[in-house]
C-alpha cells in the first residue's frame, strides 16, 4: 500500500553509510551553554560556524518571557536562563542585545544566579561568576570513603557519579578561570548589587521556585552543614589523596570510553579538569578531538547533544520496524546494511580494570550510541539481540550465536533483586538516597533502580533468545521481570514510562513484556492496559501526550495528536490483541491520514524525557514508530510473535 511503502522508503532513504541511523538527540538547553563555559575556562571559544549556529539556536528558542527552559518546550529556568545568557555573552553577543536585555529583565527579579538549580552555580563558580563559598559542598574525600558503605559514591547511578567526579576535583581544586574584562563585566549584569557585598553562604541553599523541582529535604539540608564543617577544617594531605584518586578515576572513564565519557556534562568538565591538571597534555588533546562528537545541528542552529549519539538505539528499533513491515528487495540491503552496523557495534571485552573504576562487566553488552562509547545498557542490549534474531531467518545476521549468548548472559548479569533490570548496572545503592539529590532540578538521579521499560525490553530479549535456543536457561529471569511489570503497572492499567513520554511510552513497554512471558490475550493485566489507552484516545482516533505527564507522574494531554504516542498506543494494542477493535482501527486511520506527501509524518512535540524533567529529541522516531504501527496493525494475528509484535 501507497503509505507503507513510502514510510518504509523514507526511513531506508535516511540511513547512514555505516548502516545505522544517527538521528538529533538535541532539546535539553543547558548544555550548549556548558561546552561554551568549559572552552572560555581553557582560553578558547567555539570556531565561528559553530559560534553562529549556537548563538542561532539560543535565539530561535528564547521563550516569550525573555528566559530559556530545561529543554526547548519547557517553561524558563533561572538555571538555563542564566547560563545561556552568560553563553551568549562569552560567545560575543553584547549586552545591548534585546534578547539578552529581555533575559536580564526575566532572570534579576528571581533571584538571578543566587536562585538558580545548583549545576548552574557550578558552572558560574568556574567562571569566576559565582563563589565557591555559595555551593553546597562537592569534597572529593567522599571518594575516599571505605566501598561498603551505602553513600559510597561508587553506589551512585553512573550518570551521577560521573558528573560528581569532575565537580568535585573541581571543588577541591577551587578552579576558576583566569580573570578577563569580560567576566568582570558580567559580574556587574548579573547582581544587582555589587559582587563584593553578595552574602554567598546565605546563597547556598537558595534556590528559584521556577528550579525547585527536587526539594532539599532535611536530611540532605544536614548532609550539607556535615560537608560544609568538613570543608572548614579538611587535612590538606587528605585533600591531596583525593584528588589524585579522582584524577585516576577520570583517567579509568577516557580509558574505557575512548574520551567521548559517559555523557555530555562529565565529557566538558572532564576535559576541564585535564587542562588544569596537565596544561596542553595529550589528555587536553585527546578530549577536545571527541568534544565535536557532541555538536548537533538541529533547528536552523548548533547545539550538543544530550549523548554522543542514539545510533545504536535508533537503529534497533529500525530493522524491527522494517522486519515488521515485511522486508522487499528494496529494503533487504538496507536491513543488510544495519546487520553490519549491529555486528561491528557490539562490546567485545570488558573495560580495562573494571573492578578498580567501580564499572559493571562489559563484555556481550550493546551501547546507546556506538562501541567505542563503552557504556553498554540493559535495553539497549536487549533491542540488539531482538533486531539481530528476526535477521537471522533472513540470512541478514552477522552476530554468531555465541556472541549472542555472551549478549544474554550480560542481560542476565544485570537483573536487579526485584526482578526488574536497571540501566547501565545492577541497583547498588538504597532508594533512600534519592532523599540526597542535590540537582534541583532533576529527579531520580542518584540510584540506578528497575525501570519498566529496560525491564521489558529484557523479558522480551530473553523470550526472543528461548525461542531461538529453548534449552535456554532464562525462565526463571522472565517470570520474575513479568513479576516486576506487574507490580508497576497502575491501577487505572498504565505503567509509567521513564525515558519516554511517558504512559503511551510505558504502557507500550508493559504490555509487550507481558506478552513476550506469556500473557494471554484475556490476561487482567492487557486487558486493564487496553481499557486504559482506550479511554485516552482522542475524538479523531489519535492519541496525544505531553512532557508534563512525566513531571506531574499523571496524562496530560497535547492540544493535538500526535503520531509517535498515537503509534506506540496501536502497538500496544496490536499485542494486547485488539488490533481488530474500532479504537485501534481509528488511530491507523488517523496515521494513514497524517502522513506527508514524502512518506515522512509532521514534527511534533519532543518524545524522549530524562530525569522526569527534560523533554529530549529522538529525530528517527516519527519514521520508524508508524511505520512500525501500521505494519503489525494490518499482519494477521498468527504472524504478530514472530515478526515481534
Excluded at 569534597?139 to 560528581?164: D, G, I, K, N, T
Excluded at 559493571?360 to 550510541?369: E, I, K, L
Amino acid at each position: 500500500m501507497a503509505v507503507m511503502r513510502r514510510a518504509r522508503a523514507t526511513l531506508a532513504r535516511t540511513q547512514e553509510a555505516d548502516g545505522s541511523w544517527k538521528g538529533d538527540y538535541s532539546g535539553p538547553l543547558f548544555l550548549g551553554a556548558v561546552y561554551v563555559a568549559g572552552l572560555y575556562v581553557m582560553g578558547q571559544t567555539p570556531d565561528a560556524r559553530t559560534r553562529e549556529g549556537m548563538i542561532a539556536y539560543l535565539r530561535a528558542h528564547q521563550n516569550a518571557d525573555g528566559g530559556w527552559g530545561l529543554d526547548v518546550e519547557s517553561p524558563s529556568l533561572v538555571f538555563t536562563t542564566v547560563l545561556d545568557y552568560v553563553a551568549l555573552r562569552l560567545m560575543g553577543v553584547g549586552p545591548a542585545d534585546p534578547g539578552l536585555v529581555r533575559a536580564r529583565e526575566w532572570f534579576l527579579p528571581r533571584g538571578g544566579p543566587l536562585a538558580s538549580a545548583s549545576w548552574g552555580k557550578f558552572i558560574l563558580a568556574l567562571l569566576g561568576l559565582y563563589e565557591y563559598d555559595g555551593l553546597a559542598p562537592v569534597p572529593p574525600e567522599l571518594w575516599l570513603l571505605p566501598r561498603a558503605l551505602p553513600f559510597h559514591p561508587s553506589r551512585l547511578w553512573c550518570h551521577c557519579r560521573m558528573v560528581y567526579l569532575p565537580m568535585g576535583w573541581l571543588y577541591g581544586r577551587r578552579a576558576r578561570a583566569p580573570e578577563t574584562p569580560l567576566l568582570a563585566e558580567l559580574r556587574r549584569e548579573l547582581y544587582p548589587q555589587p559582587y563584593a557585598d553578595v552574602d554567598w553562604k546565605r546563597a547556598r541553599g537558595r534556590v528559584a521556585p521556577s528550579d525547585a523541582y527536587s526539594p532539599h529535604g532535611p536530611l540532605l539540608r544536614a548532609a550539607h552543614r556535615v560537608l560544609g564543617g568538613y570543608e572548614r577544617i579538611h587535612s590538606k594531605r587528605l585533600r591531596a589523596r583525593a584528588l589524585d584518586e579522582s584524577l585516576a578515576l577520570i583517567r579509568g572513564e577516557d580509558e574505557a570510553t575512548h574520551h567521548l565519557c559517559i555523557g555530555p556534562i562529565n565529557k566538558v568538565l572532564d576535559t576541564v579538569v585535564w587542562h588544569l591538571a596537565r596544561p596542553g597534555g595529550p589528555e587536553v588533546r585527546a578530549h577536545l578531538e571527541r568534544l565535536p562528537d557532541y555538536l548537533q545541528e538541529s533547528g536552523g542552529g548548533i547545539t550538543f547533544n544530550g549523548y554522543n549519539s542514539s545510533q545504536l538505539w535508533d537503529t534497533a528499533f529500525a530493522v524491527q520496524s522494517l522486519v515488521a513491515a515485511g522486508p522487499d528487495a528494496g529494503t533487504r540491503d538496507t536491513l543488510e546494511r544495519a546487520g553490519r552496523f549491529l555486528e561491528a557495534e557490539q562490546v567485545l571485552e570488558d573495560s580495562p580494570r573494571a573492578a578498580r573504576f567501580h564499572r559493571h562487566p562489559s563484555r556481550g553488552g550493546w551501547p546507546f550510541s556506538t562501541r567505542a562509547h563503552g557504556w553498554p545498557i540493559s535495553d539497549c542490549t536487549a533491542e540488539a539481540v531482538k533486531a539481530c534474531l528476526l535477521l537471522e531467518p533472513l540470512g541478514l545476521n552477522r552476530v554468531s550465536r555465541e556472541r549472542l549468548a555472551q549478549a544474554v548472559a550480560f542481560i542476565l548479569s544485570l537483573q536487579n533483586r526485584d526482578g526488574g533490570w536497571a540501566t547501565y548496572e545492577r541497583q547498588r545503592g538504597p532508594r533512600w538516597l534519592e532523599r540526597f539529590n542535590p540537582s534541583d532540578v532533576f529527579a531520580g538521579i542518584m540510584v540506578d533502580t528497575s525501570y519498566v521499560e529496560c525491564t521489558s525490553a529484557c523479558v522480551q530479549a530473553l523470550a526472543a533468545w528461548r525461542r531461538a535456543r529453548p534449552e535456554a536457561p532464562v525462565g526463571r529471569a522472565i517470570a520474575r521481570g513479568a513479576d516486576f511489570l506487574r507490580r508497576q503497572q497502575r491501577p487505572e492499567g498504565g505503567w509509567e514510562g521513564s525515558w519516554g513520554v511517558c504512559f503511551s511510552y510505558g504502557t507500550w513497554f508493559g504490555v509487550n513484556g507481558l506478552v513476550a512471558a506469556g500473557a494471554a490475550k484475556d490476561d487482567p493485566a492487557l486487558r486493564r492496559a487496553a481499557t486504559f489507552l482506550k479511554a485516552h484516545q482522542r475524538d479523531d482516533g489519535s492519541w496525544s501526550e505531553t512532557i508534563q505527564s512525566c513531571r506531574e507522574r499523571r496524562w496530560v494531554e497535547g492540544r493535538a495528536g500526535h503520531a509517535v504516542t498515537t503509534s506506540w498506543a496501536v502497538l500496544s494494542l496490536v499485542a494486547t490483541g485488539d488490533a481488530d477493535s474500532q479504537s485501534a482501527r481509528r488511530g491507523v486511520a488517523w496515521l494513514r491520514e497524517r502522513q506527508g506527501p514524502g512518506g515522512q509524518w509532521p514534527q511534533e512535540p519532543l518524545a524522549g524525557v530524562f530525569s522526569r524533567t527534560c523533554a529530549i529529541h529522538y529525530d528517527a522516531y516519527l519514521r520508524i514508530f508508524p511505520l512500525w504501527a501500521l505494519a503489525l496493525a494490518e499482519r494477521p494475528a498468527s504472524s504478530l510473535k514472530a515478526s515481534g509484535g
